[in-house]
């Protein structure tokens, strides 16, 4: 037993382990919450927008388009639309808007004039020119079997220099009769339709380019062939289905 009073006794403290305090929020997660919400909300304005112009981009596109029809037929007086199928033959496109046609198929115009009589096919094409993708329309008379008139439906070409597809008028006279005449079995093109240098033109399914414009020039003819060769051996057999228009 000590013999040292209870007085004298030393305390010895306990630490007692306080809990660490919550670390403060990193300023980096709250800047990716804000950024969350900012980019929802900008989603649901992107969406509300399409949704809310949807319709008017549609009508607006489907005026361009008929326009262009009536451009390049110019004896139009009305338009249905068609569609080649891929196994061959063709189809009315009846309620499809701005829906998607299956893989393969090609969509076409028939015009027809004040009597309702088949004045003419157009259809559109596309080709790389020299800035981006040339979109055209052009007119397909049965009659001659050629392509009798082309408009621009969509390019982003050097202005003054490939804009001239659409105001020069010798080459715009190369689409007076353009012949796109099919081979006897009725399989493809007889013959190519392409562009050739200015001044090098000495077939009727040639080209004959704008001087300082060959490369648009050349996509114009690419997306004349390409198109033609997919559609005119469909279409060319099935034309008395088109009919008449009363």
């Not at 804000?34 to 989603?43: D, K, M, N, P, Q």
């Not at 060319?236 to 008449?244: A, D, M, R, T, Y």
Request: a positive charge; one cysteine or more.
């Amino acid at each position: 037993m000590s013999d040292q009073p209870a007085s004298d006794k030393k305390v010895i403290p306990i630490a007692v382990a306080q809990p660490e305090p919550a670390p403060p929020a990193s300023p980096t997660a709250a800047m990716i919450r804000t950024l969350g919400l900012v980019s929802a909300i900008c989603g649901l304005i992107i969406v509300g927008a399409y949704e809310g112009t949807y319709d008017a981009v549609a009508a607006n596109k489907k005026i361009a388009t008929e326009r262009a029809v009536f451009k390049v037929i110019p004896a139009a007086k009305s338009i249905a639309e068609y569609v080649a199928l891929p196994a061959g033959g063709i189809e009315p496109r009846v309620g499809a808007g701005d829906t998607a046609n299956a893989p393969g198929a090609v969509k076409f115009f028939a015009a027809y004039d004040a009597a309702g009589k088949l004045a003419g096919i157009a259809a559109e094409g596309g080709a790389k020119g020299y800035a981006d993708t040339v979109r055209i329309m052009f007119g397909y008379s049965p009659d001659c079997q050629c392509v009798v008139g082309i408009g621009v439906v969509n390019m982003r070409e050097t202005p003054g220099i490939g804009d001239k597809i659409i105001t020069d008028k010798e080459f715009l006279a190369n689409f007076n009769a353009l012949d796109v005449k099919l081979k006897g079995d009725l399989s493809a093109l007889a013959n190519e339709v392409k562009a050739v240098k200015h001044g090098a033109k000495t077939s009727p399914w040639q080209i004959d380019a704008i001087a300082g414009a060959t490369i648009t020039s050349r996509a114009v003819g690419k997306a004349i062939n390409d198109t033609a060769q997919a559609l005119l051996p469909r279409l060319v057999p099935n034309l008395e289905k088109l009919g008449s228009k009363s």
